[in-house]
């Protein structure tokens, strides 16, 4: 879809009485128009949350999330680097982790969500542990088979 057609169904669904927006998906920062909406949609009077992996955050992307009324989450795994790359396929958790921590200096609102029940021994436990030692509020889910 292009720009103006979610600028259209972000004003369609504020004057509908929706009341917050959440960007997610692939991985919101990556689109190049993330800023743009997210302004356009808190000009619409809507709270937005930004749901993204916090791998790619570039500074003009902190300058939106640091405006009022935005909000980010996440999905954290483990506090074991070797564990998290087996999860994810890639070598990110120290670059999520610095913008988790990242957020709590800027004092940007963030949740996250841990997911356990990926690989034996997953210290899902340790990765909630890790996050409220930073005050980050935290929910908790399992992986289910499917099928």
């Known amino acids: 879809m292009t720009t103006p057609g979610w600028e259209q169904v972000i004003t369609s669904a504020a004057a509908g009485g929706v009341q917050m927006v959440q960007f ?6 990556l689109h190049p128009s993330l800023p743009h909406l997210v302004r356009h949609a808190l000009r619409q009077g809507l709270r937005v949350e930004v749901f993204s992996n916090l791998v790619k955050v570039t500074p003009a992307l902190w300058d ?11 999905s954290w795994y483990t506090d074991d680097p070797a564990q998290h790359q087996q999860i994810t396929g890639r070598n990110t958790h120290a670059r999520t982790w610095a913008s988790i921590t990242e957020c709590t200096r800027r004092g940007v609102p963030l949740r996250a969500g841990v997911i356990g029940g990926i690989l034996a021994g997953q210290r899902d436990r340790q990765a909630v542990a890790m996050l409220a030692a930073l005050g980050v509020p935290t929910s908790t889910d399992h992986l ?4």
């Open 24 to 29: 997610i998906g692939g991985e919101p920062t």
């Open 64 to 74: 939106i999330f640091t405006l009022p009324g935005v909000c980010l989450a996440t």
């Open 144 to 147: 289910r088979d499917l099928g």
